[in-house]
């Protein structure tokens, strides 16, 4: 490993990868690490994103898709489904992605570009001189050694221990940090197009569970509650298995794995002296959905590009790399980000008489992205009382 790059990566995520990438195609000498042993695992996500989302960054690849989604479905408390159809789309509504090909190809391609990647590299502390961050010390199997760098981008995900290291408070309240668990099933009776979303304070405290097909007879099940929800006997596993053992009970769990997401509002700055923060290290979570990977792939693309602006310039200082903040903010994911904050706030509150209600009165919509816009448009439309409840907020999404 060289002792300086233009540019030090932390984080071997979309958000890491695409910063790399981006950097690269740049001109610019980037380091990528990854603390875990391979690109990709294990896989910490539902997998869902929308198609056009996708599109922004790559062209579709049948080798980390396993699945395409022509419709969705949420489930109301008392059982009944309201179905999101795509008729109007011609059935383009999402992709369920196989990470664990979808993250190594992201990074792959950033090494083809010019980055350096090291796995089982882990950030352990920041190196500070004259009050300024100049690099990393590194730790891999045992050894330690410096990296000096421009900018660093942490992309070290909802774990981020780099912010704070630095001085940082990047900590998430425990209500606003969902607690999840994931199974991947086989040998179950799902309609392998369609996205299923189940709602209600018996289900999923606070948050939702998800049937996100992975093939014919196979699928990510999982849960997402608040943190504040969870305790002894009702943790989201107790919910999970009790969803599973009503809903699938011969089915097969080949894989289960557990993880934080967060759904509070990002990080207050995510610029600093030399410093970026990309992805869920940034906290830029959809807060409604718990879905991140667009926002990663869009946030490491762009603070890539305004480093690599800011390092032709000559100016490394927060005022400069704020532009990076500026543009995630006011962009459409930025303010997206915003909106459904209050609209999660919102939702977490609803009885689950209310939830019926809202449910109801949509029987079915027509799709054309699995997007929350979209959705929240609709359900809008449909429910004039909830538009009043929203408010101002609502009048800024028509
Ligand atoms: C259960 C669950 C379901 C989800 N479902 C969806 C979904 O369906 N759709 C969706 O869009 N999003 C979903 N998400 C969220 C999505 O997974 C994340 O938003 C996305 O992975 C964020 O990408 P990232 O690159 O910022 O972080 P990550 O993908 O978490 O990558 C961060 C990387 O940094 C590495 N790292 C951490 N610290 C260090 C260090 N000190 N040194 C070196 N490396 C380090 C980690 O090992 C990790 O590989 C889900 C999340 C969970 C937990």
């Not at 189940?198 to 608040?226: C, Q, T």
Request: glycine fraction near 10%; charge should be positive; aromatic fraction near 6%.
């Amino acid at each position: 490993m060289r002792s300086k790059y233009d540019v030090l990566v932390i984080g071997g995520g979309p958000a890491g990868a695409l910063a790399a990438k981006t950097a690269a195609e740049k001109g610019l000498s980037v380091c990528l690490i990854e603390k875990r042993p391979a690109i990709g695992a294990p896989v910490r996500c539902a997998e869902g994103i929308g198609k056009e989302a996708l599109a922004e960054f790559i062209d579709p690849d049948p080798r980390w898709i396993s699945a395409e989604m022509s419709g969705a479905g949420i489930v109301a408390p008392d059982g009944f489904e309201m179905t999101l159809a795509s008729s109007m789309a011609g059935g383009k509504v999402g992709y369920i992605l196989d990470r664990k090909v979808f993250d190594r190809e992201l990074v792959w391609r950033a090494a083809d570009a010019g980055a350096d990647v090291y796995v089982k590299t882990r950030a352990s502390a920041p190196i500070i001189h004259d009050g300024r961050l100049k690099g990393a010390q590194l730790e891999c199997c045992g050894n330690v050694s410096k990296v000096m760098a421009d900018v660093i981008i942490a992309a070290d995900g909802v774990e981020s221990k780099f912010g704070k290291w630095y001085g940082i408070d990047t900590t998430v309240p425990i209500r606003e940090i969902m607690s999840s668990v994931q199974y991947v099933m086989t040998d179950i009776d799902i309609n392998p197009h369609a996205t299923i979303f189940y709602l209600g304070n018996e289900v999923a405290p606070e948050g939702y569970l998800w049937v996100f097909p992975k093939g014919k007879r196979a699928a990510n099940v999982g849960i997402g509650i608040s943190g504040r929800k969870s305790g002894k006997g009702h943790r989201a596993k107790d919910y999970l298995d009790r969803f599973v053992k009503q809903k699938f009970p011969h089915g097969k769990t080949i894989e289960c794995i557990v993880g934080g997401v967060s759904v509070c509002r990002p990080l207050e700055c995510t610029a600093a002296d030399n410093l970026m923060f990309v992805g869920d290290a940034a906290r830029v979570v959809d807060p409604l959905t718990g879905g991140g990977i667009y926002n990663a792939m869009f946030t490491g693309k762009l603070a890539a590009e305004v480093a690599a602006d800011c390092i032709a310039k000559g100016d490394l200082s927060k005022k400069a790399l704020m532009t990076y903040d500026r543009e995630w903010r006011t962009s459409k994911m930025g303010r997206s980000i915003e909106r459904n904050y209050h609209i999660k706030e919102y939702m977490i509150k609803l009885s689950d008489e209310q939830l019926n209600a809202i449910i109801h009165s949509v029987s079915a919509l027509d799709l054309t992205e699995l997007s929350t816009l979209t959705l929240i448009k609709e359900l809008l439309k449909a429910n004039p009382k909830l538009l009043l409840e929203l408010g101002a907020l609502a009048a800024s999404i028509r």
